[in-house]
């Protein structure tokens, strides 16, 4: 009997309201929140696929292809100068003519910081008309004959007729 006074009981008291309505409103603010992230990736997403399509735009994709052809183009020149197990003195007189070789030989050859130690000493020279890079051609001087430094070698095996003038600028 003690059963059904207290069933009887409980039917007669409401229920509180806390516990029902806590429950549905963390219900709706969890979709909410759900359905606004979603909508936040959605939109970056889109924003990102067209930063990404107007980074790589007809013009800047063919600036960086001639970027690449010119760095290629240089490595050709000093792999026809100089073998990998050569030690290479680099011209330091100019920083614009160190930064290129550094970057076109530092990657592979026996670099030396004596011309003593080397077996050739490598320079770019700017403004050429015929087989050079945009302009730039890699030249080593070898011993020979006459003494150190003597025999005079230029680039060969590729070439890219132009001025260095079209290289797109490297951002610092």
């Keep these: ?16 309201p806390g516990r029902a309505s806590a429950r549905f409103v963390t219900s709706v603010l969890s979709t909410v929140i759900v359905a606004t992230c979603l909508v936040a990736l959605t939109t970056g997403a889109v924003h990102g696929v067209r930063g990404t399509t107007a980074l790589s ?12 052809r010119y760095w290629d183009c240089l490595d050709v020149q ?5 073998a990998p197990d050569q030690r290479v003195w680099m011209d330091t007189t100019n920083l614009v003519a160190l930064v290129t070789l550094i970057r076109v030989f530092g990657p592979w ?7 003593r130690l080397a077996r050739v000493y490598v320079t770019v020279r700017s403004g050429v008309a015929r087989g050079g890079c945009l302009g730039t051609l890699v030249v080593g001087m070898f011993d020979g004959p006459r003494g150190p430094g003597s025999v005079l070698r230029t680039g060969t095996g590729a070439s890219m007729p132009g001025s260095p003038l ?6 610092l």
């Design 1 to 16: 009997m003690t059963s059904q006074c207290e069933e009887g009981d409980r039917a007669g008291i409401p229920r509180r």
């Design 78 to 82: 000093a792999h026809s100068l100089v």
């Design 57 to 68: 735009s007809n013009r800047e994709t063919a600036s960086w292809e001639l970027d690449v």
């Design 166 to 171: 079209e290289l797109p600028s490297t951002p």
């Design 109 to 115: 050859a026996a670099l030396v910081d004596s011309p």
